[in-house]
Structures are given as structure tokens and as C-alpha cells.
């Protein structure tokens, strides 16, 4: 049975963004969804996305000028990995993913997903989907071998429980959508600070994705400005960008990628550290030229 959306589409015409990508520019958060009679959603699940494709990405990256992603696990699809690895398959050998994995996961099964492109294993605490985070130690270790980060969905008030955790991981550890910091807070709030503390740890990434999520005043965003370059101040190294296309989870109003890109420009004025988070950061976060190469 083929169930109806409750969360609206993509912003169907997007925006040339006011700045040019640089060559190689990665947009290092997006999902893929459907066909659902292909690939069936999970049960429960906290929503039903509608059908977008390939073809639907390719048209809205071409227009930012994005020549690299990141495909990663939504909620919906649960642990079945099959729908990232047919979009890394489908959009070619610039793309990896991010995949849900669980702890007890065999190693052959983890080489298997790591010779098709995963890159990532994704902890979601924020979006209803397979958590896993009581056991992230045993994941991280097994991981590790195969040079994996691990990536967490979850809200900055959940940064104190696992703090300390936090600090143990043998492994890059990715926090998506500015650790959903709410800008209705102070970037002086200790929740903030912690992750600005982490951030600087080494092996701590976020990605300057989800603006639309944490923001209060709504498009064009500006009030999550604060928020997005504390974090750049913070490692500018270790900061990458996303759209979050097709925004799930996001009402009533769907933002335009191409605003969400000029965005960035803001996040980020000067083009050398725009370069940084579009393109440097990313290749060394999830290894596209290694990619290329097989």
C-alpha cells in the first residue's frame, strides 16, 4: 500500500544563489525518498516524506553549482540502508552515505557498506528514528577499522547526558544541523558552550546545516547568523555545509536551497573559508577523491 505524504515537497524552483560554488563544492546532507513501492518505509515512523529522486536532486544541486554529496539515512527507512546505496549508486562516484548501523553489526557487513560507499554511521535521537545510543561505544570501535565517523541527530539539551561518552569515541564524530541549537537561546547558554568545547576537541565536526530548524524568526534565517559562526570561529577545519534538501519535518514553509546557500555566504563572508566548508572540509571528512579513485 502506498501511503500519502504528511510533510510537504521540496521548493520545486530553486534560486542561482548570489555567490559561485567553487569546483567541487559538497553538499554534505541530503535524502533520497521513494519509490515507496521500491522501497518501503518503516514502522512506526514519525512522518511520510514525499517521492524525490535522483533526478529531482541533480536539478536543484545543478543549480547551486554542488558537484559532491552526502546521502544520508532518514528516519523513515528505519536500518534498511538500501535506499542510500542505490542514490550513491544512481548519482555516481562523487556521492557516499551515511547509513544506520547497529552495534552488533557483522564486520563483513560493515566492508560490504563501506565497498559501496558508506562512509558514516548516523545515531537519530531527534527525528524518531533507530537510536542505538546506548551501545555508540561498541558501534564506534567496530567501525573504527573502516575510518567511519559517527554522526549524531540530536538536540543541544541531550549533549550533557552523553557528554562525557562524547569524549571517549575512538572516532570523528559529526553533530548534524548546528547540534539543533535553539537561537532563541544565547550562544553564552552552557548546552552551547559544550558543544563549542567538543567542537574544539579535535575530532568533533557539525555541519552549518538546518538553519530553518533551530531558527525563530523564520526565512531568511538570519537570527541562526550567531549560532553558525560561533561554530565556524570555533574549527573553522572541522565545519561543513548542508542543504537538508528536501527538508523533512519542516512546516508550513519549505525554504529555497538557493536562499539557504546565500545563507551561507553570511555564515561564512570571506570566500577562502567558504572554500574551506564547501569543498577542503568536506574531502577530508568523508574522502569523495578516495571515492573517485575505485
Not at 135 to 161: C, D, T, Y
Request: net charge negative; aromatic share 8%.
Amino acid at each position: 500500500m502506498i501511503t500519502r505524504p504528511t510533510v510537504p515537497g521540496p521548493d520545486p524552483d530553486t534560486k542561482p544563489p548570489k555567490f559561485k560554488a567553487p569546483p567541487g563544492a559538497a553538499d554534505c546532507h541530503f535524502h533520497i525518498f521513494g519509490p515507496e513501492a521500491e522501497y518501503p518505509y518503516a514502522e512506526p515512523r514519525r512522518y511520510t516524506p514525499v517521492q524525490v529522486l535522483e533526478n529531482d536532486y541533480r536539478k536543484m544541486a545543478g543549480v547551486l553549482g554542488l558537484e559532491r554529496g552526502v546521502v544520508v539515512q532518514a528516519s523513515p527507512y528505519g536500518a534498511d540502508n538500501a535506499r542510500v546505496l542505490e542514490a550513491i549508486r544512481v548519482l555516481g562516484p562523487g556521492y557516499v552515505g551515511v547509513g544506520v548501523v547497529d552495534a552488533d553489526a557483522s564486520e563483513e557487513r560493515l566492508d560490504e557498506l563501506n565497498r559501496l560507499g558508506i562512509r558514516g554511521a548516523r545515531i537519530n535521537m531527534a527525528s524518531g528514528g533507530r537510536s542505538g545510543i546506548e551501545r555508540m561505544s561498541e558501534l564506534a570501535a567496530k567501525i573504527k577499522n573502516f575510518g567511519w565517523h559517527m554522526q549524531f541527530h540530536l538536540h543541544a539539551g541531550q549533549l550533557p547526558v552523553y557528554e562525557e561518552q562524547f569524549w571517549k569515541l575512538p572516532v570523528d564524530v559529526v553533530f548534524d544541523h548546528m547540534g539543533l541549537f535553539p537561537v532563541d537561546l544565547p550562544i553564552t547558554h552552557p548546552d552551547f558552550q559544550m558543544l563549542l568545547r567538543l567542537l574544539e576537541s579535535g575530532n568533533v565536526w557539525v555541519k552549518l546545516s538546518g538553519a530553518e530548524r533551530i531558527s525563530r524568526s523564520g526565512s531568511p534565517y538570519h537570527d541562526a547568523i550567531p549560532v553558525a559562526r560561533a561554530l565556524i570561529d570555533a574549527a573553522p577545519e572541522r565545519v561543513v555545509w548542508g542543504t537538508d534538501w528536501p527538508h523533512t519535518n519542516v512546516k508550513p514553509i519549505i525554504p529555497n536551497d538557493g536562499d539557504l546557500m546565500d545563507l551561507l555566504a553570511e555564515f561564512a563572508p570571506e570566500d577562502s573559508v567558504r572554500r574551506r566548508i564547501l569543498v577542503e572540509n568536506p574531502c577530508a571528512l568523508y574522502g569523495f577523491e578516495e571515492r573517485k579513485s575505485l
